[in-house]
């Protein structure tokens, strides 16, 4: 029996790719996004080469986890095999956006990673965002590397071309992005001024135990 299309998550992606635009996170059609629904494991992402504000819920492309096209008339993004590989090793992935931002795409093309500096940073995307070794746009070496460099993290640097995030839904995803470019924008800026700490070990244990078992005790909580 065909599984049900899930009209929710067709403007799910729609409309967080408006989010990123209007974030000036990514502009025209550069980047992906994509969502896995756990009901019926089947993965919804972004067409190929078409511009956000343009998109419609007919465009969006249903695939199951080996990549089979279940829904839609469109081609899949071109970094479906990404996608694809994280959703496969990630059980806690549920939403990825690969995005091209200014500040972390900035770092990302310099091959340099990013650290942890804040503690938003550290509660959210982990101890450090590290860059994924250069292949091919599409290709199955960069979904290979880009796994290998993302790990257990919730975010990492495509080598001379953009950021990935991952979150356990979309809106998670969404804020992942939104951290890391901020953060990237402070570690840059603060290059300027002077030495910038690096929040020690210790402390980044401590603030994601804080995070897990007592959010309340966070500024944030």
């Known amino acids: 029996m065909k599984a049900k299309i899930s009209e929710a998550y ?3 992606i ?6 990123l ?4 996170l990514t502009i025209g059609t550069w980047g ?19 511009e956000y504000n343009k998109i419609e819920t007919r465009d969006i ?22 996608h694809l590989a994280i959703y496969k090793a990630r059980d806690d992935v549920r939403a990825i956006i690969h995005y091209h931002p200014i500040y972390s795409s900035a770092l990302a093309v310099t091959g340099v990673s990013l650290p942890a500096i804040s503690e938003d940073f550290v509660q959210l995307v982990g101890d450090k965002v590290v860059c994924a070794a250069y292949a091919l746009p599409g290709s199955e070496e960069l979904a290979k590397n880009t796994l290998s460099a993302l790990g257990k993290r919730k975010a990492v640097f495509l080598l001379n071309h953009g950021t990935l995030a991952v979150g356990r839904d979309m809106k998670e995803a969404l804020k992942v992005c939104e951290v890391v470019e901020k953060t990237a924008h402070i570690y840059i800026l603060s290059k300027k001024v002077g030495k ?8 980044i244990r401590k603030i994601q135990d804080l995070a897990k078992n007592y959010p309340e005790k966070l500024p944030d909580g």
């Open 61 to 82: 492309v249903v695939l199951d986890k080996q990549g089979k096209m279940v829904e839609g008339f469109r081609k899949p993004s071109m970094e479906t095999l990404m």
């Open 32 to 50: 992906n996004i994509s969502a896995l629904d756990p009901d019926t494991d089947l993965i919804y992402i972004k067409p190929s080469g078409m």
């Open 10 to 12: 067709q403007k799910l």
């Open 21 to 24: 635009c209007q974030q000036n």
């Open 196 to 203: 910038c700490r690096i929040i020690p070990e210790e402390e």
């Open 14 to 19: 729609i409309d967080t790719g408006r989010e």
